[in-house]
């Protein structure tokens, strides 16, 4: 794939991830018991996603487009979970296995994907 192709296929799965996205949380909002404000999808070089807790914002890397849903469903719950636990202490690890008791294989399976395609070999 050219690095032309690479950059026109972008907004083609950003606008993918986006679809995918909004349904999840409508879904999840009244399970967390939190309310999303906003939420944007983005290229991001080293993480899966990200989360403002004071503005009630999530940010999703948009290569999630390219991966399996339950890897974008466990990042999705994992910043959302953020709003009620800024940190990875204990309450938020008892509130993932709440909301989502299988979050570890998830977590796992997406933590062996390549974070940015191009680092698939051709």
């Known amino acids: 794939m050219t690095k032309r192709s690479k950059l026109l296929s972008m907004p083609w799965y950003r606008d993918q991830l986006k679809k995918a996205v909004s349904p999840i949380i409508a879904t999840l909002e009244p399970i967390l018991g939190v309310k999303v404000e906003r939420f944007f999808v983005q290229r991001m070089k080293t993480k899966w996603g990200s989360c403002n807790h004071k503005a009630c914002s999530i940010r999703l890397n948009t290569e999630l487009a390219k991966k399996p849903k339950e890897c974008l469903e466990y990042t999705i719950v994992h910043e959302m979970t953020h709003l009620l636990e ?16 299988f979050w570890q294989f998830c977590k796992d399976k997406l933590n062996q994907l390549p974070v940015r395609h191009e680092e698939w070999a051709y």
Do not use: A, C, E, G
């Open 86 to 101: 800024p940190t990875h202490n204990v309450r938020f690890i008892t509130l993932m296995d709440q909301f989502m008791p």
